[in-house]
Every structure is written in structure tokens, then in C-alpha cells.
């Protein structure tokens, strides 16, 4: 736990706070996604967001359980009324990018209506206070959520088979870990293990153990492995964004210090996002990506010089 809380201090002063910030969410949206079972990759939502290609699976359709782009939505929606003005700055620099609503409708409107009243359930039991504020009860509040979103599934049914058995068929429900895990990062910002969500932290397994105390044995394993992590990467987001801006030739009123910024958290825009972005034209999003790019290539070719 003291990673976390160096992790947390950290992004309090750190000047790339944004980016990591904008990078985890889509860690985060990962994570639920792997619990919802519809394995993605990081990349894969990148590519996604940069323009580069279609929702990640959205081609398979019914094949998947879960439609990623409601995972996506949810995710975001569990920060909408964030306080934090660097996190909800992140989130509407991304929604400048890329309408989650909208993606979510065209791709997973049945996926909204059966999740959309679960996900407020948990949301409102994941914001009420905690008392000792340690992780075990962190882990209860994770169990008592979980009993809340126990669908009443129908009986068995009744199956004729073509020879004239009966076969009783036991109906399943769907997975709902990965919305309990939309809420962690909420609770330990509510249990002042942060004083922010950093929506990386998804510290949910893909079935709950015996009881709370072996959830929170495994939950402080995670969190150390996830929070050393993010320092790891919230240094060398430092490096590259320190090394960038300080070797730029650019006027004060030059966008491309802010693009190099966005390529960090986005890698890969393409020319349309950056116009909307930046509110430049098309023509102008095109120079300035190759502008961002070619003093990239530069700064690169130094760093391999300089080692």
C-alpha cells in the first residue's frame, strides 16, 4: 500500500498527470474488459481512438457476451462527476476525440439497458463513507455490492430434444464482476487510500474468493503490483515529455507542444481528431502531426547518440 500512496502523491505534483491519467483509463477499461470476457489489449482501444480501425471486436457481434464499447462507456461514466479538474479535463480532451455515448449505442444498446440500473446500484453503495477506511473493509463493501447486483434468474427450462428427452437446463446469468470493478478505484478514493481515482487501479479478480479477509490479502498484492507500475511508468512519461518539450524550436503560440503531449496519451491520432483537437483545419492537423513527428525521429536519433 505505501506504492500506491507513492503513486498517488506523486501524480498530485507531477506535470504529466494528465497523460498518465488519460492512459489509465484505458488500462483500466482493459482490465474490466478481460473480467466481462472480452479480452482486449491496450492497443487495440488506441487504434480505436486514433481513427485507426473499429471498435476492437465489433465485428464479431453476437459471438461476444458483451459489446467492448459499453465497457468503454461505463468505465468513463464512473468518473463523469469527478471533482479532480486534471481528471475531468482528461476525460473531455478524450471525449473531443471520441463520443463513447454514441459508439456505445450503435454497438451495445442492449448492453446499456440490462447494465445501465446495475452500474447505478453499485455506484451509490461504492460512494457511501467507510468507517475504519482499511482494506478489509474495502473488500466487504466489494462482497456486499455483489450480493446487491445477484440477478433472480429465472427456473430451469424445460428443453425437448429431437429423440423426445426432456433435458432441465439451467439458465445463466451474465457477468457482472467487471461493473463491481468499474467501482474499486471509487472505493479507495473513498477509503482515503487516494486522494483521487486513478482508474487503473482494478484491483477486482474474475471470481470472488471464500470471503472478504482472502479478498483483501489478494487486493494488497495487486494494488503493489499495479502502483509499482505506475511509478515505473509515470517516470518515464516524465522523461519523454521533459526531453520533447525542451528540445522543441517552436513559438510560444505553437500547438505542437500540446500535440506532443496528446500523441502521448493517444498514440497514433490521425489528422482528423487532431483538427477537432486543436481546433485547426485539416490541413493544418496534417502539418502539425508531421511537425510533431519529424522532431520525434530527431530527438530519438539524440537519446540513441547520447547512450
Partial sequence: MLSLGRLDGRLNHSPCADI???????????????????PVRVEDLQNWIAGRSPPPRSHEGLNDPISLTSIFHIALLREEQE??????????????????RTEAETYGPGDLAHFGPMWRQIRAAASAPFVTGDLIEVA????????????????????????????NIAPKGRDRNWLIGTAVPLMLRQADFTSRIIASMIVMPKFLPPSPAHLAIWMEKEIGRLSIAGLVELTELERLAASMLSDRDVTRRSKVPL???????????????????????????RKLLRAAQQANAGTGKRQMNSG
Fill in 140 to 167: 466487504e463493501r466489494i462482497f456486499a455490492v455483489a450480493a446487491l447486483t445477484e440477478e433472480a434468474l429465472p427456473t430451469d427450462t424445460a428443453i425437448t430434444t429431437i429423440d423426445g428427452r426432456t433435458l
Fill in 259 to 285: 500535440l506532443d503531449r496528446l500523441l502521448l496519451a493517444y498514440p497514433g491520432l490521425q489528422p482528423p481528431a487532431i483538427a477537432r483537437l486543436l481546433q485547426v483545419t485539416p490541413q493544418g492537423a
Fill in 83 to 100: 471533482s479532480d479538474p486534471i481528471a475531468k479535463a482528461t476525460l473531455n480532451t478524450l471525449r473531443t476525440i471520441i463520443d463513447d
Fill in 20 to 38: 498518465f491519467l488519460a492512459r489509465a483509463r484505458l488500462a483500466g477499461t482493459v482490465a474490466l474488459a478481460g473480467l466481462a470476457g472480452v
